[in-house]
T-cell receptor
């Protein structure tokens, strides 16, 4: 059963606007969350993370928000750029392990 | 330069013919892992290793074997490949406790006919 869910397989956003990618999880033991970005023919690369003791983490144009009570996190990209077009994977780790539990990914297309 | 290398990058084979996909890292990481990526299913963990001679099953270990005889290498072995193992495979490495620094290899696209 998928413990990390990305319910939107794709998202299209105009350049300069905000991209919001959503992720839900079911396992209350998850205490660390990460976003990975993947271009075609390349491996995933780490983008940004957040610990469960925080509700927001910001790194340049990327901000991740965590709502623990709703078991929901989101990645905001502002402003979106065409180079942001990629597949974005949400991942979570439990406090007892190290394995990444991935969502199915959301394909983001930023159009000029 | 920190690197995770996988070989081969592309492979087409036939059912039942044993194959090995190699993974090598130059970062002296204790943790190594294999994932497969399938359309609509995201990345699923096959096996992982917390250190030399220590391996554990992930979410989808059936049909795969691994070994960790030395720190830098973590080969994925398919003793008798089947068409349902056609997938894109990624090796990842990292340092336990430093979750931001899991590095992924470039991927191996395997087709089993």
């Amino acid at each position: 059963d998928q413990q990390v869910k990305q319910n939107s397989p794709s998202l299209s956003v105009q350049e300069g606007r905000i991209s919001i990618l959503n992720c839900d999880y079911t396992n209350s033991m998850f205490d660390y969350f990460l976003w990975y970005k993947k271009y075609p023919a390349e491996g995933p690369t780490f983008l940004i993370s957040i610990s469960s003791i925080k509700d927001k983490n910001e790194d340049g144009r990327f901000t991740v928000f965590l709502n623990k009570s709703a078991k929901h996190l989101s990645l905001h990209i502002v402003p979106s750029q065409p180079g942001d077009s990629a597949v974005y994977f949400c991942a979570a780790i439990s406090n007892s392990g190290y394995a990444l539990n991935f969502g199915k990914g959301t394909s983001l297309l930023v159009t000029p | 330069e920190a690197q995770v290398t996988q070989n081969p990058r592309y492979l087409i084979t036939v059912t039942g013919k044993k194959l090995t996909v190699t993974c090598s890292q130059n970062m002296n990481h204790e943790y190594m892992s294999w994932y497969r990526q399938d359309p609509g299913l995201g990345l699923r963990q096959i096996y992982y290793s917390m250190n030399v001679e220590v391996t554990d099953k992930g979410d989808v270990p059936e049909g795969y074997k691994v070994s960790r005889k030395e720190k830098r290498n973590f080969p994925l072995i398919l003793e008798s490949p089947s068409p349902n193992q056609t997938s894109l495979y990624f090796c990842a490495t990292g340092v336990p406790g430093n979750t931001d620094t899991q590095y992924f290899g470039p991927g191996t696209r395997l087709t089993v006919l």
